[in-house]
């Protein structure tokens, strides 16, 4: 079975458990595997996947001879530009038995000169230039701290470079929910591995019981936010931690927890809102400043939600692993529909990350494929012509129940006017009223943001979708 609207596939030499893509190439995406080794490739050429999500799983007429072609083109749609193994050295002189590789479980671009990963409970930095070019080798780790943290690594995050902390200031979080904060400045592959630690580690603390799922920061960064496994979201100031570092109460806001685990996190609405996905399959959402508890819950997904990618201050796209990639719009609370779905396993969506120019978003799941996703395949086609003052009257006026179910038909921009002077002629649909109060003047206005940024073109639903 095929994967619904998937532009392409990147096949890895094993199970990618992150990926990132380069800050300015588009086309360079990395890979952390499960074997501890760390790919580089190239985007495969559009033209090869254009066909790709006109597959239907009921035509098997020609199967054999496409398979044919897939296997003569498998040497053009090679895309691997390197592999590097990001395996410890052992000394010279160690005779123990040869211990198992951890996995790569975190991968990203720090700058445009380092890439960051964890193996383990190491953390490496690579040059970007070795790493992306043809053939990159082990030369490209320029640094290594060996046993950064005490259990195994599993979040990384980067401050922004405006920070208050200085740029290249690195978040890493355990498995046992312990936090360091590293100077990347101060990282060196000197042999005094301890020394080394000791000057790069900013910060460091504790006050989550469980690993650690995400981070983000404030548009400053001066303030973290990390989610955790035990159902908390911790927000810490890290201005106030340098100045207070033994008064918890001074730097941390710990939300109370939650039924279920926190597994990922997002900051939207211009700062106002946090969204986080949960075991359960709700988006928990808390409005800043108010850490205590969620100020609102918006279920709907029927498995566990473990990546959430921001698309803009009001919507963003969800990972499940039910295996769906769905666009969700948040405050007021709508699913607008669906980007994707692996039909194969029904694998989690385990990350999404956009490339650098937006045209796509990458997703990876528990097979060895990086799956690419064409970001306009999330709206419909739309005639040109369509003016500002056409799409604030088509948001202002709900379509009647005919003209929803028209849209599955994909009727023209004209049946949809039609359908417009109607509902003006007969007052419209009580929901609007219903749809417009809010239990908050905050909510209320997030709600008209919303409605004034809704983009002109409407999202794909899963009916649509679907046929």
């Known amino acids: 079975m095929s994967d619904t609207l998937a532009s392409g596939k990147i096949d890895c030499s094993a199970q990618p458990l992150d990926i990132a893509f380069h800050p300015e190439n588009p086309d360079i995406v990395i890979a952390g595997l499960v074997d501890g080794t760390l790919e580089v490739h190239n985007l495969p050429p559009k033209e090869n996947n254009n066909n790709k999500k006109e597959i239907n799983d009921d035509d098997n007429n020609n199967t054999e001879s496409s398979n044919k072609d897939n296997d003569d083109d498998d040497d053009d749609n090679d895309t691997i530009l390197a592999s590097i193994s990001l395996e410890r050295k052992k000394d010279k002189n160690d005779t123990q038995q040869k211990e198992k590789i951890p996995a ?3 991968s990203m671009f720090v700058s445009n000169n380092i890439i960051c990963c964890s193996v383990g409970t190491d953390v490496c930095g690579l040059d970007v230039n070795r790493a992306c070019s043809l053939g990159g080798n082990e030369d490209s780790i320029v640094w290594r701290l060996s046993d950064a943290m005490n259990k195994n690594v599993q979040a990384l995050h980067v401050l922004p470079q405006e920070a208050f902390t200085g740029p290249s200031v690195l978040c890493v979080g355990d498995e ?3 936090i360091k904060l590293f100077d990347i400045r101060q990282c060196s592959n000197n042999n005094n591995n301890n020394n080394t630690i000791r000057k790069a580690c900013v910060h460091a603390w504790r006050n989550q019981e469980d690993y650690i799922s995400a981070f983000d920061n404030d548009s400053t960064g001066t303030t973290l936010l990390s989610t955790s496994a035990d159902g908390t979201l911790a927000a810490t100031d ?9 008064n918890r109460e001074g730097y941390l806001r710990l939300s109370d927890p939650q039924d279920d685990e926190l597994l990922s996190l997002q900051i939207i609405k211009n700062g106002r809102k946090v969204v986080c996905g949960t075991q359960d399959g709700v988006l928990a959402i808390w409005s800043w400043g108010t850490w205590g508890d969620v100020s609102d819950r918006f279920p709907g997904h029927p498995t566990s939600i473990d990546a959430l990618l921001k698309y803009d201050e009001n919507t963003v796209l969800t990972g499940s692993s039910d295996g769906v990639i769905r666009i969700v719009q948040i405050q007021p609370d709508e699913l607008l529909g669906v980007l994707g779905r692996t039909h194969e396993h029904d694998y989690p969506i385990e990350r999404l990350r956009f490339n650098s120019n937006k045209s796509y978003v990458a997703s990876i799941s528990h097979d060895e494929y990086i799956r690419l996703w064409d970001i306009h395949d999330l709206m419909d086609d739309d005639d040109d012509d369509d003016d500002e003052n056409t799409a604030k009257e088509q948001a202002k ?5 005919a003209a929803s179910l028209s849209t599955f038909k994909h009727n023209s921009d004209d049946e949809w006017d039609d359908d417009d002077d109607n509902n003006d002629d007969g ?5 609007d009223d219903s749809d417009s109060d809010s239990d908050s003047d905050s909510d209320s206005d997030d709600e008209k943001e919303a409605s004034n940024n809704k983009p002109k073109k409407r999202f794909k639903t899963e009916a649509e979708d679907f046929f």
């Open 397 to 401: 006026i709900k379509p009647t129940a």
């Open 104 to 106: 790569c479980r975190n």
């Open 238 to 246: 890290l201005r106030m931690m340098r100045q207070q570092s033994h």
């Open 176 to 178: 046992n929910g312990a």
């Open 427 to 431: 007052g419209g649909n009580d929901d």
